[in-house]
């Protein structure tokens, strides 16, 4: 699947989601969030190898070898690396994975709006992809490989993603000093007098 066809299934899957929230009544805001989020997914699972013909009957045994449970073993393994390119586009790629689910989530719902739940989520997520790799290896439907870095990094790209959404919701709210908190903790719009 080339760049093209990705982002049109992604889009496909975002709108359809989209769509489908506003037909059961959801706010655009939600719809339009969940939408964004579902295409997101679709990404995340073609860079993972479901959709992009990373998965399938192996003919190699798996090899342990393929398995960190060092942390920091691998970032450093690549830090001194030297195959610069190699190592920045699996470090920042690992990182940059993760940035739309620390950065939608908070939007999608109040109790990732702060920073502990969020990364307990994406460190979650992010271990249940390394996991799931590791299970279809062993069972020789993928040579994938089990690696804690990958999930650390995951971790700090929903960290950056959180960092974002955090200074653009706080821009949002200094741009909108008429709403006011109401007495159910509600946004209202100050009334003029």
Known sequence: MVLK????????VG???TLLRLVVRASLHRAVVEGAFAAYLVVVAYVVGFLNGGWGRTVSAYSWQQVNLVPLRTILEFAR??????AVRQLAGNVVLFVPFGALLPVMTARFRTP??????????????EILQLVLAL????SRSFDVDDVILNTVGALVGWAI????????R?????????????????DPA
């Open 116 to 129: 502990a739940p969020l990364l307990l989520a994406a460190a979650t997520a992010s271990a249940s992809i």
């Open 174 to 190: 200094a741009l909108a000093p008429g709403r006011l908190k109401g007495s159910a903790g509600e946004e209202k719009v100050r």
């Open 139 to 142: 069972i020789g439907l993928a």
């Open 15 to 17: 709108i359809s989601w």
């Open 165 to 172: 959404w955090r200074g653009l919701y706080a821009v949002w």
């Open 81 to 86: 690396s030297e195959h610069v390119t190699k």
């Open 5 to 12: 066809d990705l982002m049109s299934l992604a889009g496909a």
